[in-house]
């Protein structure tokens, strides 16, 4: 019954993350939309010189004129609408997830015994160490001098980004070590919101209240943060769905795959803002980024196809393989998780639909089964113990009945 209801519970907190994710990061992308579609006024307006730029648009059936000034207008208006509690909710309801899913059953989705054997407790606290650690690295980087120069900063940045996928895959399961990942940048983005682009606004709506001049640090501060936030968005969504995906995070490489993908995907979020500001730039500068996200993709995929070679080296003799051997082997090490009523604790349905409690059954999913045993990530943390000869055995299996 508790697992049922957990079901329920990390059911309704993921739809609550997804939902505020999209208003989170909908908001996010139609502001650096809008800073850089921004046009300067018309001359009959030019009397309002604090305003940096205008922008028309037409949605929902009416016309929306939206003003930038440059620091702040002469006269706040009385209702000022601020966005944070998407970026908030999200990171909220994403935390809980990670409790729910990677921390309370560490067992199964982070730790990986081949990789580190941690205890959970261990396993927790470094997860945690690395959301928290790695904004107090990114935070004190951007307050450097370093912040000074875009290019340097950038570099670093990337470094130590690549530094951490590397550390996290080899003291993590794979899926684990994605999603701890994800999240530590997801952190640093939601961080960046709470402690330096909403502190920014509020000093700037202080300073106007208080009728001092206005200081436009803090803007410009809060301004660079969300211009890193841009970047990191897609490289985190993808961690977000990345679980699904066993072929991105199973492998032995995989810390490169995630090095590649998050690049590819701050790549072609660049290419998107480049886009906005086409009208200042040439095509050739606008496309490279795009270039260089689709080339880093083409060669992820050409470097995880499965080769026939990995395929067939689990092979026996044909004669080996006997059915019986199969089953047996399948009712110890799938069914538990996959049956109609699993016995496995913490599991109240068969994860995915998929049920395995017939051969034919599990031969009517034999791609996908054969892709988690030759990418480890089926049984799901091992926690049934299949060995190694064992997963030799069906994989040969699943060879001949596909043949
Ligand atoms: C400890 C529980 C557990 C055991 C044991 C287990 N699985 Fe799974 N399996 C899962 C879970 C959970 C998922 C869903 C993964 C997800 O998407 O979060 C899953 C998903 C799958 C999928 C679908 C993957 C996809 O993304 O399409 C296949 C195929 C699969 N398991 C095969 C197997 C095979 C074969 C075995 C036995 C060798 C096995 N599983 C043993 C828990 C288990």
Redesign the pocket.
């Known amino acids: 019954m508790l697992t049922y209801l957990l079901d329920w519970l990390g059911l309704l907190v993921r739809w609550l993350h997804i939902v505020a994710g999209i208003a989170w990061i909908g908001a996010s992308f139609y502001f650096v939309w809008l800073d850089n579609h921004l046009q300067p006024l018309r001359n009959a307006d030019r009397a309002d010189s604090d305003v940096a730029g205008e922008l028309w648009a037409v949605h929902g059936g009416g016309f929306y004129r939206s003003r930038k000034y440059r620091v702040s207008p002469p006269e706040l208006p009385s209702t000022l609408h601020w966005f944070y509690w998407e970026a908030y909710t999200t990171w909220l309801s994403g935390f809980a997830l990670l409790c729910l899913l990677y921390f309370l059953r560490a067992e199964?989705y982070l730790i990986d015994p081949t990789i580190a054997a941690l205890s959970k407790p261990v396993a927790i606290a470094l997860a945690l160490a690395a959301l928290i650690v790695s904004w107090v690295i990114y935070d004190g980087l951007c307050r450097s001098a370093l912040a000074r120069h875009t290019p340097l900063l950038a570099s670093v940045l990337g470094a130590l980004f690549a530094a951490e996928a590397w550390g996290l895959c080899h003291l993590f399961s794979g899926r684990g070590a994605f999603m701890i990942f994800g999240a530590s940048i997801g952190t640093i983005m939601v961080a960046n919101v709470a402690m330096v682009i909403i502190p920014g606004q509020r000093e700037l709506v202080r300073a106007k209240q208080q009728g001092r001049d206005v200081d436009p640090a803090p803007g410009l501060r809060g301004k660079q943060r969300s211009v890193h936030n841009t970047y990191f968005t897609l490289p985190v969504l993808f961690v977000m769905i990345s679980?699904?995906y066993?072929m991105t995070y199973g492998g032995h490489n995989n810390w490169l795959v995630l090095i590649a993908l998050s690049f590819a995907g701050a790549c072609l979020r660049a290419w998107f803002v480049a886009r906005h500001r086409r009208h200042e730039g040439d095509g050739l500068v606008t496309a490279l980024p795009a270039l260089a996200g689709a080339l880093t993709l083409a060669v992820v995929i050409y470097a995880l196809a499965p080769s026939v070679e990995r395929t067939a080296s689990a092979a026996m003799p044909p004669a080996a393989v006997q059915t019986a051997q199969v089953q047996s082997i399948?009712e110890q090490?799938?069914e538990?998780?996959?049956s109609v009523a699993p016995t496995?604790p913490g599991?109240s349905a068969p994860?995915?639909g998929?049920v395995?409690q017939t051969l034919d059954q599990l031969a009517a999913?034999l791609p996908?089964?054969q892709q988690?045993?030759n990418m480890h990530t089926?049984?799901?943390?091992n926690?049934?113990m299949?060995t190694e000869d064992e997963r030799a055995v069906?994989l040969t299996w699943i060879g001949h009945q596909q043949h």
């Open positions: 199964a679980n699904h066993a399948v090490r799938c538990p998780c996959h496995q599991f994860p995915n998929l395995f999913h996908e089964v988690q045993l089926m049984p799901l943390g926690l049934t299949m069906l």
